[in-house]
Structures are given as C-alpha cells and as structure tokens.
C-alpha cells in the first residue's frame, strides 16, 4: 500500500556509449525521462525527428502489410483470443529475425504493393465488364461498328428511344422527309431502346442522317472497331487473364503468409527504434558526452546505478525530488490489493501528498460487490470463470488481468454473501424440488433471508455504510498527522467523529430507529448523556472551528454554521448505503421470477425441457445484469461516499522509457 | 364492490411495471443512439458504450421486482387469489407507484445522462470510470423508490 518513493537520477555519459546505454535503459524501463536543462552553447539536442519519422513509417508499413496477410489469409481468432496478451520471444530469435529486417521490410513493401495491383485489376475487370455490358445488344451485327459501307452504301449503327418495330421506323421517316430512300434494321430492341442500323446511299448519308436524329436517333456511346461478337470474346479472354493474374497475387501473398511473425517482430523493433529516437531527441549533447535526466522509483535507482557504471564510463547522480516538483505516480500494493488498482486508476491516481487508498478501499470493494450481488451460485460462476481465464492466459495484457482478478475475489465475497442469505440461483432449488419431486426443499441461510426481514438487512447496510464513512474519514485524520497538521486533525476530523457518534448514540434509542429495527435498544443513562455530550460539544467545536482561517468573527461563525450543516450531507452518504439491499433483492426476485417462469411447464418432460431453457437464458441474463449493476454501484460508493471523505485523485501516471510492443515481449531481465 | 380490491392491487403491479418499463425504454433507446453514433465511428468502444447504454435498463428491473412482489403477495401466481378488500387493494396500488413515477422519470433523464456520458466515451475513452458515474447518481433515485414500494408493499398484510 503505498505511492513509490520516485527520485531524480541524471545520467552523464560519453557519446560513444550513447547507444548502448539507451538501449540499456529502454528494455529496464523503469525511468521516466524528464529533462529540466535548457539549451545553451555547450548542451544541443539533436534534430532526430526524420530518422523517428522513417521508423514509424516503417513501422506503420509492417503494420499494414500485417492487415493485408489477415485479410488474404486469416488466422483463426477465438472471441478470447484477445486475452491472450503478447508473445514471448527469445531475444536470440528476436536477433536472428532482425539481421533480416531489410528483406522483410521489402516483403512488407511487396505485399502492399501486391495488395494495391489486386485493387486496380479489380477496376480493370469492372471497366471491361461494363464494355461488354453495353455491346451485349449488338450482338447479332456481324461487320464491326465502324464499318463504313461498299463503294456507294453507307451504314449508319444507333439506337432510338423506345421499343420501335420496322414499320413504327419507316412511317416516322416517311413523315419526315417523304423521298428518302434508306433500309433500316433492327439489330435487337428493349424495354426502351431500340437498336438498330441503317443503310441508305453514300450521296444521300448527310440527308439520311440530319433525318433521323430529327426522329430520335443517336449514335452509339460506344463505338469499337471489331465485330461486336468477337470484341466480345476477347474483353472475356482479357477478364480471365486478369482474374488468373489476381489468382496469382493472392497466391504470392498468402505465400508470404510465412512471414507473419517476422513481420509482427518487424513492426515491434522499429515502434521501440521510434521511441528511441524520440528520446534521443530530447537529450543535450556537447561535443563528447550526453546527458539524460528522468524519473526513477527509488527501489530501481541501485539497479540502474550498477547496469550502467560497471559496463560504462559514466556519471550517475541521484537526487530527492524538489518540494514542487510533482513526481509521477507508481503504485505498489500486494497481490490482492493490486487488483482493485483499476478502480482507483478510473477515479485517479494519487495526487501530490497522498496516500495510496488502493488496499483499504480493495478490502471494502469486495465486501461490497458481494454483498450487492449475493448469490451464491453466481458468485461461483465469476470465481470459476475468472480463476480459468487468469490461469489459461498467464500473458494477458496487465489491465485486463487485474480486472479478472479483481472479479475473481468479487465472486468469491459473492458467494460468501449467498451462502450467508440462503441464495443459490435464487431458490431454484426449492422450485425443482416442489416441481418434480412433489415436496420442497432448500437451503436455509446461515444468516438469514433478507426477502424475508428487508429491515434488517436495511440496518446492517447503513451500518457497513457508516463503518466504510468513518474509515473514509480516518484515513483524512491519519493524512493530516502525517502532514504534522495537529489543528486541522483536531477540527476537521476529531470534532465531526464527535459529532457524529454522538449523533448515532442519540438516534439509536429513539421511537424511529426502533420502528425500522424492530428492537429497542435501551442504553443505561451515562451514554446517553455522553451521547449528548458527545454531539453538543462536536456541534459547537465545528460551529466555531471550520471558518478559523477566517479573521471575521461574524464571517467565521457563518462558515461554521454552514459546515455544520453537512451533517445532512453524512445522513444522505448513509442512506446511499440503502442500495446494497435494493440490488441484492434485486438479484434475489429477478432470480426467482426466472425460476417461477421456468416451472409452469409443470412436472413433465416437456417441463424439463422448458425449465432447463429457461434457467439457462434466463440466469445468464440475471448474472450479465445485476453484475453490472454491482461493479457500477460498488465504483459510485468508492467514488462518491468513501473517496468524498478524504480522497482527490489528480497524480500523473509514470510512463517510463520502455520497449512498448505491439504484438510480442522479447525476454531479458523483467521490468518492475 | 368488494371483489375491486384484486383489481387495484393488480394495477398497482402493473403501474409499477408499466411506467418504469418505459421509462428504461425511453432512457434505453436515447443512450443507444448515441451509441451508435460512436460506433459508428470507432467499433471498438463497443463495449464501453454498451454499458454505458445498459445502465437507464435497470428501472424496468425494479419495476418488474415490485409487480413479482405484489403479484404473489395476492396470491395471483399460485392460482388462487387471495381475498383482497378495497382498502387493502388500493394500499398496494399507493405503494407500487413510487417505483412507476420515479422509475418513468428517473430511466428517463439517465438515458440523457447516459447519453452524455457515451460522448465522454467518444472523445476520452480512458475516463470511463468517471463517466459511468453520472448516469448512477441518477439511478440512486429510482432505488430509492425501489426501497420504499418494496418496504411498503411487504409491511401490507392481507
């Protein structure tokens, strides 16, 4: 449970190591580089902004050529393959694959290049087909469109709008220009085109032609020098080439496919080289020697210290952080407490000064989640299938794993709140056996049925509510001694802890917590009047004391009056805590409406068979359901009442120097 | 006159499931256009912004809690309806309306919430815990409207 201690560590080396010693740092990665030296006569950073450009590039072109192999040749992902995190490599393997990486690069280039031909062959084809397309109804024309006639004929190819027969033809031109002599054929005719040629003497070509477009007729869009037959069949010779050629390509790059891996490990060693560079960047350099200054976490700095001066001529020189210098933020916390890093990482990291809350708040996320979700055989179900997953994907990206983990430890509260409450998929097991086997049995709860005594549940889930509020503000009183800010713990914290249990000691033998509780509580006299006490000196202690940083009396008090009146704002943070029993209830009669609907089939096969249906789907959606509802509702009381209390959030994540990959981890000593 | 009892406790079932049934629907339907919207643009927020739509659902949860309730407090499940006087029936019907209203409305303005809280999505993906937040302070509401006609239709005896 803790923010790790960060310090500055600032690395002078020769240039001759520069390489070597970044490489150093970047596959430790633990620093985080932050340069505080500006620019002068002597310390120039280096112009590398082309050279980290060219690695993306390349990077990039992998990357793509990646999508491409998916593409031609996919390999088979399950929906959970994206658990499965990154591979490992040997770094020898790794090295071997590198030597090639001009080779590869070039194959990366091929592909997309192969790719790219595949799409404009594809073009090619539409183009053509679309040629054919529109020869299709000259079809039966056997002389070539331009065909222009014997020594005295002229042959005029178009078309004219709607489907026309000869003798439509003939009288419309006779209309037009009674002696004109031309013989018209009809070459094939449509819905609302008619295709046709005419013939008519070459003298009278000009008349014949100026006639019929004064009727509609048009020259063909598309005129080629060939039978249209014959054009025909070799635009279908050139398609099936093309498509051969396209065979041939997809063949070529599902060839290639062999190179996946290298590529992937391709794509990764330049992303690392960009970052490299990119680094590389930003630190000054004189003549001989460089500089890199960053962040460490203090426990790493011996480590870093001996990598680089046993193997190199450097200074290595570590400081404490300046006062207002803001460190970034790494969390440390055991196994079970790191789970629920997620959570506080969703709020916020720590700010300047902070404590970690992560353990305290893990303990109380799982209590919670448990008790939200309450059923037994859910909570099983989580635990079952978190446990698997986390043990079938050890290498699952770290987020995605300590989500699962976190779930796993829920499942496991879950189940403990099942059996606690007596629920096991709500009460299947009294329905089957009052269905099928005529009498009813079950289990009984080992605490009690909250379906039954609501209020009592009501209770307790204020109580934990008011035990998760006051170790809120515990947690505020600790920071405050810690920061030696005696004044501040006395007013803010001690002051309302006053009041407050004061406050409950007075409510709890009253008319009203008696009604809700169905018990009386009866304290002897002394705490009660300690009660009181309690609360009237806790009240006027916060009335004079929350506006001291103010010299106006009048102005102070007004101050105090109005942080008094928070205590609405503790009744309202405790009444919240209601929703861990409306949303285990919730659970419990959403899972018995499922139960009750699957058992009107009666006692028969057919029963069974509508049971067994409508248990499955209908405890699947229950779970899907109210485990949102759970993780939702369980963050709102981390977020709002319990990190209300104490908690701001606001640090910046550490974001070291280091080999980030994409597709594979190369092995060498582990990182933190 | 005394068979109305049954029918006001009935519709007090249905009430509670009918208003905060839609009331989801509506807060359901106006987050899930919006998720679209983002999906459309970058499928692989699917999940975030699913559940972002998921959470205005849980108001016809609730109604349909109070409507089993009060449906087998009368015995309607088992076969046999129990003998329900008027005064009675209309007790029931004033403790299931607290979930309906409250559920109509509440489902109602959390898919707005919802909704805007999927645009947080859109543009800063990595601040999802926060953003599933504001749709549940919304949701507090209805549960407390869930706690009441749950406690009160319970506490009723027939």
Same mark, same amino acid.
């Given at each position: 449970?803790?923010?790790?201690?960060?310090?500055?560590?600032?690395?002078?080396?020769?240039?001759?190591?520069?390489?070597?010693?970044?490489?150093?740092?970047?596959?430790?990665?633990?620093?985080?580089?932050?340069?505080?030296?500006?620019?002068?006569?002597?310390?120039?950073?280096?112009?590398?902004?082309?050279?980290?450009?060219?690695?993306?590039?390349?990077?990039?072109?992998?990357?793509? !050529?990646?999508?491409?192999?998916?593409?031609?040749?996919?390999?088979?992902?399950?929906?959970?393959?994206?658990?499965?995190? &990154?591979?490992? /490599?040997?770094?020898?393997?790794?090295?071997?694959?590198?030597?090639? &990486?001009?080779?590869?690069?070039?194959?990366?280039?091929?592909?997309?290049?192969?790719?790219?031909?595949?799409?404009?062959?594809?073009?090619?084809?539409?183009?053509?087909?679309?040629?054919?397309?529109?020869?299709?109804?000259?079809?039966?024309?056997?002389?070539?469109?331009?065909?222009?006639?014997?020594?005295?004929?002229?042959?005029?190819?178009?078309?004219?709008?709607?489907?026309?027969?000869?003798?439509?033809?003939?009288?419309?031109?006779?209309?037009?220009?009674?002696? +004109?002599?031309?013989? @018209?054929?009809? /070459?094939?005719?449509?819905?609302?085109?008619?295709?046709?040629?005419?013939?008519?003497?070459?003298?009278?070509?000009?008349?014949?032609?100026? %006639?019929?477009?004064?009727?509609?007729?048009?020259?063909?869009?598309?005129?080629?020098?060939?039978?249209?037959?014959?054009?025909?069949?070799?635009?279908?010779?050139?398609?099936?080439?093309?498509?051969?050629?396209?065979?041939?390509?997809? &063949?070529?790059?599902?060839?290639?496919?062999?190179?996946?891996?290298?590529?992937?490990?391709?794509?990764?060693?330049?992303?690392?080289? *960009?970052?490299?560079?990119?680094?590389?960047?930003?630190?000054?350099?004189?003549?001989?020697?460089?500089?890199?200054?960053?962040?460490?976490?203090?426990?790493?700095?011996?480590?870093?210290?001996?990598?680089?001066?046993?193997?190199?001529?450097?200074? @290595?020189?570590? =400081?404490?952080?300046?006062?207002?210098?803001?460190?970034?933020?790494?969390?440390?916390?055991?196994?079970?407490?790191?789970?629920?890093?997620?959570?506080?990482? !969703?709020?916020?990291?720590?700010?300047?000064?902070?404590?970690?809350?992560?353990?305290?708040?893990?303990?109380?996320?799982?209590?919670?989640?448990?008790?939200?979700?309450?059923?037994?055989?859910?909570?099983?179900?989580?635990?079952?299938?978190?446990?698997?997953?986390?043990?079938?994907?050890?290498?699952?990206?770290?987020?995605?794993?300590?989500?699962?983990?976190?779930?796993?430890?829920?499942?496991?509260?879950?189940?403990?709140?099942?059996?606690?409450?007596?629920?096991?998929?709500?009460?299947?097991?009294?329905?089957?056996?009052?269905?099928?086997?005529?009498?009813?049995?079950?289990?009984?709860?080992?605490?009690?049925?909250?379906?039954?005594?609501?209020?009592?549940?009501?209770?307790?889930?204020?109580?934990?509510?008011?035990?998760?509020?006051?170790?809120?503000?515990?947690?505020?009183?600790?920071?405050?001694?810690?920061?030696?800010?005696?004044?501040?713990?006395?007013?803010?914290?001690?002051?309302?802890?006053?009041?407050?249990?004061?406050?409950?000691?007075?409510?709890?033998?009253?008319?009203?917590?008696?009604?809700?509780?169905?018990?009386?509580?009866?304290?002897?006299?002394?705490?009660? !009047?300690?009660?009181?006490?309690?609360?009237?000196?806790?009240?006027?202690?916060?009335?004079?004391? $929350?506006?001291?940083?103010?010299?106006?009396?009048?102005?102070?008090?007004?101050?105090?009056?109005?942080?008094?009146?928070?205590?609405?704002?503790? +009744?309202?943070?405790?009444?919240?805590?209601?929703?861990?029993?409306?949303?285990?209830?919730? %659970?419990?009669?959403?899972?018995?409406?499922?139960?009750?609907?699957?058992?009107?089939?009666?006692? $028969?096969?057919?029963?069974?068979?509508?049971?067994?249906?409508?248990?499955?789907?209908?405890?699947?959606?229950?779970?899907?359901?109210?485990?949102?509802?759970?993780?939702?509702?369980?963050?709102?009381?981390?977020?709002?009442?319990?990190?209300?209390?104490?908690?701001?959030?606001?640090?910046?994540?550490?974001?070291?120097?280091? =080999?980030?990959?994409?597709?594979?981890?190369?092995? =060498?000593?582990?990182?933190? | 006159?005394?068979?109305?009892?049954?029918?006001?406790?009935?519709?007090?079932?249905?009430?509670?499931?009918?208003?905060?049934?839609?009331?989801?629907?509506?807060?359901?339907?106006?987050?899930?256009?919006?998720?679209?919207?983002?999906?459309?643009?970058?499928? $692989?927020?699917?999940?975030?912004?699913?559940?972002?739509?998921?959470?205005?659902? %849980?108001?016809?949860?609730?109604?349909?809690?109070?409507?089993?309730?009060?449906?087998?407090?009368?015995?309607?499940?088992?076969?046999?309806? *129990?003998?329900?006087?008027?005064?009675?029936?209309?007790?029931?019907?004033? !403790?299931?309306?607290?979930?309906?209203?409250?559920?109509?409305?509440?489902?109602?303005?959390?898919? &707005?919430?919802? *909704?805007?809280?999927?645009?947080?999505?859109?543009?800063?993906?990595?601040?999802?815990?926060?953003?599933?937040?504001?749709?549940?302070?919304?949701?507090?509401?209805?549960?407390?409207?869930?706690?009441?006609?749950?406690?009160?239709?319970?506490?009723?005896?027939?």
């Amino acid at each position: 449970m803790a923010v790790l201690q960060m310090q500055r560590m600032s690395i002078c080396a020769l240039k001759k190591d520069r390489k070597a010693i970044l490489e150093k740092l970047q596959s430790m990665g633990v620093m985080e580089i932050n340069h505080v030296l500006e620019e002068d006569e002597d310390f120039r950073r280096m112009d590398t902004a082309n050279a980290r450009l060219s690695f993306d590039k390349a990077a990039a072109s992998a990357d793509q !050529a990646l999508d491409i192999l998916q593409q031609y040749a996919p390999v088979k992902q399950s929906l959970l393959s994206s658990l499965a995190g &990154k591979d490992l /490599i040997d770094k020898e393997r790794f090295q071997t694959v590198i030597e090639n &990486k001009d080779e590869l690069l070039k194959t990366a280039k091929r592909i997309q290049m192969l790719d790219k031909e595949k799409a404009e062959l594809r073009a090619n084809i539409l183009k053509i087909e679309n040629s054919i397309e529109s020869l299709m109804p000259w079809q039966k024309l056997d002389v070539p469109m331009n065909f222009l006639g014997t020594a005295h004929m002229a042959m005029i190819p178009g078309t004219m709008p709607g489907m026309l027969t000869l003798e439509n033809i003939y009288s419309m031109l006779a209309q037009q220009s009674p002696d +004109l002599e031309v013989d @018209v054929h009809i /070459i094939s005719a449509e819905q609302d085109t008619t295709y046709l040629t005419v013939f008519c003497l070459k003298k009278d070509a000009a008349q014949a032609e100026e %006639t019929l477009r004064s009727i509609g007729f048009a020259k063909p869009s598309l005129i080629i020098d060939q039978v249209p037959s014959k054009a025909k069949e070799e635009m279908e010779a050139e398609i099936s080439g093309i498509q051969e050629r396209i065979a041939a390509i997809e &063949k070529e790059v599902i060839d290639s496919a062999v190179n996946r891996e290298g590529l992937k490990l391709l794509a990764d060693y330049y992303r690392v080289r *960009a970052e490299k560079y990119d680094v590389l960047g930003q630190l000054p350099q004189s003549e001989r020697t460089f500089l890199i200054s960053g962040y460490v976490p203090t426990k790493e700095v011996s480590k870093v210290q001996k990598a680089l001066t046993d193997k190199y001529d450097c200074v @290595v020189d570590v =400081e404490e952080l300046k006062e207002d210098e803001e460190a970034p933020v790494l969390l440390k916390n055991n196994k079970f407490a790191s789970s629920a890093e997620g959570i506080l990482e !969703a709020f916020g990291l720590p700010g300047k000064g902070e404590l970690d809350p992560t353990a305290i708040m893990s303990v109380f996320y799982v209590f919670l989640f448990g008790l939200m979700l309450s059923d037994a055989a859910y909570g099983a179900i989580v635990s079952i299938v978190c446990g698997i997953l986390i043990l079938k994907f050890p290498r699952m990206g770290k987020g995605m794993k300590t989500s699962i983990q976190l779930f796993f430890w829920c499942g496991i509260s879950t189940l403990f709140w099942g059996i606690m409450f007596g629920g096991y998929f709500g009460d299947v097991i009294n329905v089957v056996s009052k269905t099928f086997f005529g009498h009813e049995v079950g289990i009984p709860a080992v605490w009690f049925v909250p379906l039954d005594e609501p209020m009592k549940l009501l209770i307790y889930s204020m109580l934990f509510g008011v035990i998760h509020l006051f170790t809120g503000l515990g947690i505020k009183g600790y920071m405050c001694l810690k920061d030696k800010k005696y004044m501040d713990f006395f007013c803010d914290v001690v002051l309302w802890y006053m009041l407050l249990v004061g406050l409950l000691i007075m409510l709890i033998p009253s008319d009203i917590f008696a009604s809700i509780a169905q018990t009386s509580i009866v304290f002897p006299p002394a705490v009660n !009047a300690l009660g009181k006490g309690l609360a009237i000196v806790g009240a006027i202690g916060i009335l004079l004391m $929350s506006g001291r940083a103010n010299k106006n009396f009048g102005l102070r008090i007004a101050l105090g009056a109005y942080d008094l009146y928070n205590v609405s704002g503790w +009744l309202s943070d405790v009444l919240s805590y209601s929703r861990l029993l409306a949303l285990g209830l919730a %659970t419990g009669v959403i899972a018995s409406v499922v139960n009750q609907m699957g058992s009107m089939g009666g006692k $028969s096969v057919f029963g069974a068979i509508v049971f067994i249906f409508a248990f499955i789907v209908g405890h699947t959606f229950n779970i899907a359901i109210n485990l949102l509802g759970a993780y939702v509702h369980t963050n709102r009381l981390q977020y709002v009442e319990f990190f209300g209390k104490f908690y701001e959030g606001g640090g910046r994540a550490f974001n070291p120097f280091k =080999e980030n990959t994409k597709y594979a981890d190369i092995k =060498e000593e582990t990182n933190l | 006159m005394s068979q109305l009892g049954i029918v006001y406790a009935l519709l007090g079932a249905a009430v509670a499931v009918f208003l905060s049934g839609a009331g989801s629907a509506l807060g359901v339907g106006v987050a899930g256009q919006a998720a679209s919207g983002v999906v459309s643009e970058d499928p $692989s927020k699917f999940a975030k912004v699913l559940i972002l739509q998921l959470l205005p659902g %849980t108001q016809g949860l609730y109604g349909l809690i109070i409507g089993f309730v009060t449906l087998s407090k009368i015995g309607l499940l088992g076969g046999g309806a *129990a003998e329900v006087s008027v005064q009675t029936g209309l007790l029931i019907l004033a !403790a299931c309306l607290p979930i309906g209203i409250v559920g109509l409305i509440s489902g109602r303005s959390q898919g &707005k919430t919802a *909704a805007a809280a999927i645009g947080i999505i859109a543009k800063k993906p990595d601040q999802f815990g926060k953003a599933m937040l504001f749709p549940a302070m919304v949701e507090t509401y209805a549960i407390l409207a869930l706690l009441i006609s749950f406690l009160a239709v319970s506490a009723i005896q027939i």
